[in-house]
């Protein structure tokens, strides 16, 4: 039995095919390299780290992360507990209250819903840095500077803008009929909401952990203003512990700690990477 020949479209669709997956490689090789020159570097001694360029090293070394873990005035792994607790706290107040926000705004009806609606979509426009000021005054004045409540009570206020927005999206796209199904049983407002919306918006809430979680674990500006003391210090100030300007750099177990500050992020998106895609996916069909 003779195979068929492919014919010439059939041929230019799967050269096609082969560029197009070979640009996707290339395109991921120049992404991913930062990462892996930088878990290379974490294995090599000081002298060669950028002696060095090749991504193999030619006699690897684990005393980068022995000396990055005890290295600092405090053990590294305090400084990630103290990243993990924040993240906690953000992620559970941006989860609860962007959620009954974006309910509101999705299935409820009170006055000036459309202006309050349109002001809340200004303020994604509004950059971080002309806040900080006025928000580091009022901290002050509540006691708050060097303690962990200007990092994590804002979160429970909704003041992200953008997952509100995102799951007004996901909520609009939900049948009506089933809340007022649940209006027939005897329900109130926030019955539908924790009965009905949130378990149907689980992929819109993930997003929001995940992006959340990820956002406030790199954040370096404001675990800088508002915290000092070094027993509070998170991993992003903890890797600046490394760094001296006016002294030698300690490079090797810097880069040693910051593939270690890698590990939750890529772990926490692999485990939910799934119901982040549908529910952005999902949340731009509106």
Not at 14 to 43: D, N, Q, T
Not at 66 to 74: A, F, L, Q
Not at 77 to 95: E, Q, R, T
Not at 242 to 253: Q, V, Y
Request: charged content about 15%.
């Amino acid at each position: 039995m003779t195979t068929p020949t492919p014919t010439r479209p059939a041929r230019a669709a799967a050269r096609k095919r082969l560029v197009a997956h070979g640009l996707i490689i290339l395109a991921c090789v120049v992404l991913l390299y930062p990462l892996l020159w930088m878990l290379s570097a974490s294995f090599k001694t000081e002298d060669s780290i950028f002696a060095d360029p090749g991504l193999l090293p030619t006699s690897p070394d684990l005393g980068n992360y022995e000396r990055g873990w005890s290295g600092t005035d405090s053990p590294f792994g305090m400084y990630l507990l103290n990243s993990l607790l924040i993240c906690v706290g953000a992620v559970i107040g941006n989860v609860l209250a962007c959620s009954m926000a974006a309910y509101a705004f999705a299935r409820l009806e009170f006055p000036f819903k459309r202006t309050l609606f349109a002001i809340m979509l200004l303020t994604i426009m509004l950059p971080h840095q002309v806040t900080l000021i006025p928000q580091y005054v009022l901290f002050d004045s509540l006691g708050w500077i060097n303690t962990y409540l200007p990092l994590v009570v804002p979160k429970f206020l909704a003041v992200d803008a953008f997952f509100i927005f995102l799951m007004v999206q996901f909520i609009r796209g939900l049948p009506r009929e089933l809340d007022d199904a649940a209006y027939v049983d005897g329900c109130t407002p926030f019955s539908v909401f924790w009965r009905v919306v949130l378990p149907l918006a689980r992929p819109a809430l993930v997003t929001t952990a995940i992006f959340t979680f990820i956002w406030t674990w790199d954040d370096f500006l404001g675990q800088l203003v508002y915290i000092s003391d070094s027993n509070l210090f998170t991993a992003p100030l903890g890797l600046r512990l490394f760094l001296d300007s006016g002294g030698e750099s300690a490079w090797g177990p810097m880069f040693a700690m910051s593939v270690l500050c890698l590990i939750p992020t890529f772990g926490f998106f692999l485990a939910f990477q799934k119901l982040l895609i549908e529910g952005i996916s999902t949340s731009g069909l509106k």
